[in-house]
């Protein structure tokens, strides 16, 4: 009888797939169904969005960031325009600072729909990716209403925002965020999140430690899926978030070990609820009268010098570190995204783990192409 | 040293004691500066520079770290022993730069792909004609 020969086989996950979240490429090196390593391979959606900085006025890279991260684009748009007006030294309305609230958060749980349903997809739970993408169309029709656009929304400026609030909004969205918090999430929960092949499949997969998560330079709902209790809204607030009471949802361990798979997801699914806190609060409490912007001149320029601002975006903390000199467009802008640093910790999460497995790590990481790229 | 506003207290130290100040800054007792928030390089010019942004959860503060090489030769001492996180940084740094980082484990283009030439966030960069024998401009279909 002829002798099976097993050796390693190497396989490419290509950049065209299903299950990775955008253009991201793994080459994996397995002896059957479990492998020795996947390798990332990344860069298939590079636009030297860096680069195009240098050549271009500071208003004019607005839309640039939209779509460093396109599923929440007015966080980016945001934290570009903090670290602006951080160097410049322009002061921003009370007014657009609510509405930057009121937006970012509304763009944080849409863009944590479509990661936890992009997670349940990949796992081959088809039915509450649908559930969780109806209620992000609420949010595509608010978000409409404010400023335009469903996806890319270019609404923050440096110096404010580009619209106030029509008729009708603010009705609309207490109404969306109360449906969220007191009925839907209970719901989503008993269909997806206590399901038992869910717990089964996210369970003690792709532990990460609290040191390794840190070392990596791991941020947001990855971090303290870890148990790392550190969000940048309440540690190191910026515009308004102190004036919000809200609670941060911490890993635990709940069906499994601390950090495991299972625990990025539900802190994601807990971020929804708080959020919806957030938007409430800010709602009621918003100013009628007030400037949305402050106007800056055409030919705006920043002085001389550097800075580093990072806000709380949905994947991750985003900070741009700009460096001036005195001109009217950027000598160097680094943009740091969360989903880059989880990209570098999948090579070694994936040692001697499934390629089914493999697939719930990245999607619990919520690892966006865009990002990783720029 | 200077603190310019989000980076903490920023020194400027030869490169040949990158890591020696960043082991210190991270093992230190009572400095603990554990995340490295990001690594990137700066074209000063006639000179390349890096900045490794550090923050210690424990004091709640921020330093950075900079260091300059000269642009016709430019090695700095990798920090991917010290911090993980700096491997992926430091391999975008170089494909970016052109600045090497020696001792790196696996020092290659991450972004680019492995056979585009030249350094594109250099200010001398020169945007090529075209990749792969296809030029950018096409008169041909397109005048």
Known sequence: MAEFRTEEMVLNMGPHHPSTHGVLRFILISDGEVMRKAMPDIGFLHRGLEKIAELIPYQSFMPYTDRIDYLASVNSNWAYAATVEKLAGVEVPEKAEYLRVISGELTRIASHFIGVGALLLDLGAVTPFVHALRERETYNDLIEMLCGARLTHNYVRIGGVSHGLPDGFKEKALKFVDHLEYEFLDEFNELASFNSILINRLRNVGIITPETAIDYSLTGPNLRGSGVKFDLRKDEPYSIYERFAFDIPVGNGMFGTVGDSYDRYFVRMEEIRQSCRIVRQALNRMPDEGDIRTRIPKAFKVPEGEAYVRTECPRGEMGFYLVSSGDRKPSRLKIRTGSFSAMSIIEELSRGVMVADLVAIIGSLDVVAPEVDR | ?143
């Open chain 2, 1 to 143: 040293m200077t603190e310019p506003p989000g980076l903490g207290l920023t020194v400027e130290v030869g490169p040949e004691s990158l890591p020696d100040a960043l082991a210190i800054l991270k093992e230190t007792e009572g400095l603990k500066f554990v995340q490295l928030m990001f690594q990137t390089g700066l074209d000063l010019g006639d000179r390349l520079g890096v900045v490794y942004s550090l923050y210690s959860f424990e004091i709640n503060s921020k330093v950075s770290v900079k260091a300059s090489v000269p642009k016709e030769d430019p090695v700095v001492p990798s920090a991917c022993m010290i911090y993980k996180a700096a491997d992926w940084f430091e391999r975008e740094t170089y494909d970016m730069f052109g600045i090497r980082f020696a001792g790196h484990r696996d020092l290659r283009r991450i972004l680019l792909p492995d056979d585009w030439e030249g350094f594109p966030l250099r200010k001398d960069y020169v945007f090529p004609e075209g990749y792969g024998g296809i030029k950018h401009e096409r008169e041909d279909i397109c005048p």
